[in-house]
């Protein structure tokens, strides 16, 4: 399979008007793609106008807008939003009978060449593909929510997916400025799931046996590991706190310790207690503010903190190019 | 024990003139004590002020910075670093017996109720205080690095600490500008570092089964995770998954999704092949910089987002004072 390039300006077919497939949307017609979003659900062209209108100065700031754009359009029908489509997102709810039956009803709307671009969480991408005439364009590209805030989008293929296809795909996220991920086979979460699972285990694990309170645990992220993470990921902080030695020299110094901790580390099972403890806990945290407020508020803030670390790298690679002396 | 409140202006002695113990010197002088460094190594001198001069414009955009400071002094012998001190930092290496010979040598120096507060990451404050003569004096407070630019100190009771003790530090470390996480009993790594192993333990897993490259998890962080989780923490991005229904709907539609997670997650060890790919990963994903270079580099980057985050939260505190409609 050659996979087709995605033209500029072309047609892109979105389906399902739940947030993720609407934040897709946006993402796709504010880069100057002409964008059908199929779902049954009339109240979907209102909802996906509203989350265009409020995703364009955020994509203004952190994301790649055309200057010629039109909004999203609804459609009720998933054949007549993929009609001539040059690229498929698939956002349906995780049901994989469901993906399954929609992919059966598009496959011959659409040419042998286009993409299907799944945006599953948890399904795996051989499961998906099992069943369509061309399995070799199905393939896995995972955003993190929102899809027009956030830069990373996780490629992975199943069984069957063609390595042009990720390719294809690769280059056509780049294109919008996000930064993508290839994982090389597929894990229940993919990556980023998984790396989210694992902080939040240990802090589920300390919260729910006591050791320090929801808010504590919190802020151990919001106030200090957070910031650092966003410009020094989990191995490089360890890298550097070898100093002139590097990784191997805190394997050395350190390891054991790691190993320690590791081994004493929590696996907490979701159980009633546990739940409640947490609930009560993020409450207290939050100090009862509704959701809403705090999602608005975080989309803001990611959207400051990610342009800020734009900011950061645009200067850092400057200042390479310049070979400044305060960077050697 | 009534803890002695730490007096504005007052003596500060710092045991250990490592990264540690310098940065921590940096901090209090900044904020106007007169500080003290106990290492028996001359150098010290040298490298305390050229910390303190490294550290102070940081401190003066992310920290406290008092109108009338003085440069650390250097101290070759503990009980002159200790004599007439309102409060000690102790930051010597990470070993129980060369700590407790320590605390043995200065006790006779301090009054009864200054606080001697131990930067260790790893030992237990029971065993440490076993053998002071005022056992209730000391407790853990466990920076991030570098004690100067990053916000959270750990604080962490023995058996034999005093509330007050406890209270008086951390209305000290909140007076430095610092959010102090109080651990409600020990655990090994504290809070900060068991969430970092934990994230640490699922990208060393992912590396090393070859899921994905060190590079790709280390911009699944760095582009995606860190900049969410400086504002959100990492139950508040469930709660808000939950929509309306916040943590107890995400529980209920998603809860089962994240056990499975949970299962899968990896648990490696430190095999000199893990080691091998982990190094040569990050040493790619760095493309070989080296490490002094890259730390400076996090510092200066950490502190604009650390700055920009202040920023953030000054603001929001501002919007909830007016109760601005965009915030409700």
Known sequence: MDAREIPEGGRIAVLGGGTIGLGWAATYAAAGYRVAV?????????????????????????????????????????????????????????????????????????????????SSSGLSPTDMQCG?????????????????????????????????????????????????????????GHLVNRLQAALWREAVHMASEGYASVADIEAAVTEGLGARWAVCGPTAIFHLAGGDGGLGKFFDDLGPEVERWWADLGAPVLSETVRRSLIDGIEEATGGTPVETLAKRRDRHVADMIAAKRGLTKLQTENQIQNLPEES
């Not at 209108?53 to 039109?70: H, N, T």
């Not at 609804?74 to 995780?94: K, M, N, R, S």
Request: glycine letters at 4%; proline letters at 9%; hydrophobic letters at 45%.
């Open 132 to 188: 369509l005439e061309h399995p070799e364009r199905l393939l896995i590209a995972h955003p993190c929510n929102p899809p027009y805030l956030m830069p990373v989008v996780e490629l992975v293929g199943g069984e069957a997916t063609a390595a042009a296809a990720l390719d294809t795909a690769a280059h056509f996220y780049e294109s919008l400025g996000k930064r993508v991920l290839r994982l090389k086979r597929e894990a229940p």
């Open 38 to 118: 199929a779902d049954p659900d009339p109240d979907t062209q209102e909802r996906l106008s509203d989350t265009f209108w409020e995703a364009l100065p955020v994509i203004e700031r952190v994301g790649v807008r055309s200057a010629a754009i039109a909004e999203p359009v609804w459609q009720a029908d998933l054949d007549d939003a993929c009609a001539g489509a040059d690229f498929i997102q698939e956002a349906l709810p995780e049901r994989l009978s469901l993906k399954r039956e929609a992919f059966a009803r598009i496959e011959p709307a659409i040419g042998p060449d286009v993409i299907i671009a799944s």
